[in-house]
């Protein structure tokens, strides 16, 4: 695969991205009495960590002292991605709305284009900042369906804490994965990070597994772990 074939499959990438985050918070509003957050994200990660560390196994083998000698950083990697970002955002669902989680997630570009100008020292031109304050506005314009007015309306709970937290927490992630290269390629290091994704969120789960108020296992739940 050349450059160019790479640049536009990333371009396209990119746009699908935010159409699975709304997946994602659907779901999350939907699973509460159904599944546990912790047990929605190591299901989510469980299935991650099979499919793609099957499919890259010989890749993860063969930098298998890459990760002996980096395992904290995928650790602390996981931490942010799979913990803050992924199980606290289904915990913080359970009060936030569907509304609030997109307002407050569509912040986390602007997180990381600030954090990338004054952490990795990486320069922004006018026409970009520009750009994040345009699509950051089309965000909200779209959420509120042109009624600007409805900003006033919006009430914050205490879910929506978590939900800024779960979005600076995806910024950090993202900005650590350009901070620490890695040998590994993207499918790979996702599969890696999703293996330790899994350990870090296991004793969340066996803790909501102890809790009287835990549902019962169903094919709902199911469905939902592999949506997400």
């Not at 536009?8 to 509003?29: D, H």
């Not at 992924?86 to 602007?110: E, F, K, Q």
């Amino acid at each position: 695969m050349n450059h160019a074939t790479s640049l536009r499959l990333a371009a396209v990438a990119i746009w699908c991205v935010p159409a699975m985050w709304a997946f994602n918070f659907m779901v999350a509003r939907m699973a509460p009495g159904v599944i546990e957050p912790h047990g929605l994200a190591l299901g989510r990660w469980l299935i991650v960590t099979l499919c793609l560390g099957w499919w890259t196994r010989h890749e993860i083998w063969r930098h298998r002292a890459h990760i002996r000698q980096d395992w904290l950083r995928y650790v602390v990697l996981s931490v942010f991605g799979m913990l803050i970002c992924g199980a606290w955002v289904y915990v913080g669902a359970r009060t936030s709305s569907a509304m609030n989680i997109s307002l407050i997630y569509a912040s986390s570009p602007v997180f990381i284009c600030l954090a990338a100008v004054v952490w990795l020292k990486e320069r922004m031109r006018w026409w970009q900042a520009v750009g994040v304050v345009l699509a950051l506005g089309g965000v909200v314009h779209v959420v509120v369906q042109g009624q600007w007015a409805r900003l006033s309306e919006v009430q914050w709970v205490q879910g929506d804490a978590l939900i800024l937290l779960a979005a600076c927490s995806w910024a950090t992630f993202a900005l650590l994965q350009k901070h620490w290269p890695s040998p590994l390629s993207g499918l790979a290091r996702l599969s890696v990070m999703a293996f330790f994704g899994c350990l870090v969120v296991l004793p969340f789960v066996l803790w909501e597994a102890s809790l009287p108020s835990t549902p019962t296992w169903t094919s709902r739940a199911a469905l939902m772990v592999l949506v997400v």
